[in-house]
């Protein structure tokens, strides 16, 4: 286990590499309401081979003046207010998943985790706007570096959108569960660990 950990500790330079995916209600992280947020924290196996550990993931309430963009909810399918989203507010929400991300980079003796992501420039942009709404310090996210594997699976496959490059990874992909938080931080997940894995095989 302990080699695990170092493993883990030394592949990214110390960072901690958790996969992100959020879904908004419109693209200006300043303005638009930030409606689900879900992360994936990431393992090696005895073999050193990446896999999904763990996902957290929590339904949000639109913060106060937030501005909900009607063509953002139609593509989604979110009803931001539906009851049965049993959504929380963003302090609340960000605590559900900035906690787990604290204890393994305490765990894996990382120094912070980066963002992965699909285009994950957008998803890092709301979370910082989330942690300056909720005055939240410290963010356990290094503030502006991640890892896109839109760019990644450009290289490794040849595609760019997140169905067909899982598809080209080998991996399954169920265009019904698409754009809901879980699900694509899953399957962004699973083709992060496809691409690192097989370049690690490569360089043994």
């Not at 950990?5 to 992280?29: C, H, Q, S, W, Y």
């Not at 067909?164 to 694509?184: F, N, P």
């Amino acid at each position: 286990m302990a080699n695990r950990m170092i493993a883990v500790a030394r592949r990214f330079r110390g960072f901690l590499p958790v996969v992100v995916d959020v879904e908004t209600a419109g693209f200006n992280p300043k303005t638009d309401a930030l409606l689900e947020i879900a992360i994936v924290l990431l393992n090696t196996d005895e073999n050193g081979h990446w896999a999904r550990e763990t996902t957290y993931a929590s339904h949000v309430l639109p913060f106060e003046g937030a501005n909900l963009e009607k063509s953002s909810l139609q593509f989604t399918g979110i009803d931001p207010y539906h009851p049965f989203r049993f959504a929380v507010s963003e302090p609340e929400a960000l605590k559900t998943i900035f906690d787990p991300i604290r204890q393994a980079i305490k765990k894996h003796h990382c120094s912070k985790a980066i963002l992965v992501g699909h285009n994950p420039a957008f998803d890092l942009s709301f979370i910082n706007a989330a942690v300056e709404r909720c005055g939240i310090k410290k963010s356990p996210f290094h503030s502006f570096s991640c890892f896109d594997t839109a760019t990644l699976a450009g290289v490794a496959f040849g595609q760019t959108v997140l169905a067909r490059a899982v598809q080209s990874a080998g991996l399954e992909w169920d265009g019904k569960q698409a754009h809901s938080a879980i699900y694509d931080a899953e399957r962004t997940a699973d083709l992060f660990c496809s691409i690192v894995n097989r370049w690690d095989n490569i360089n043994d």
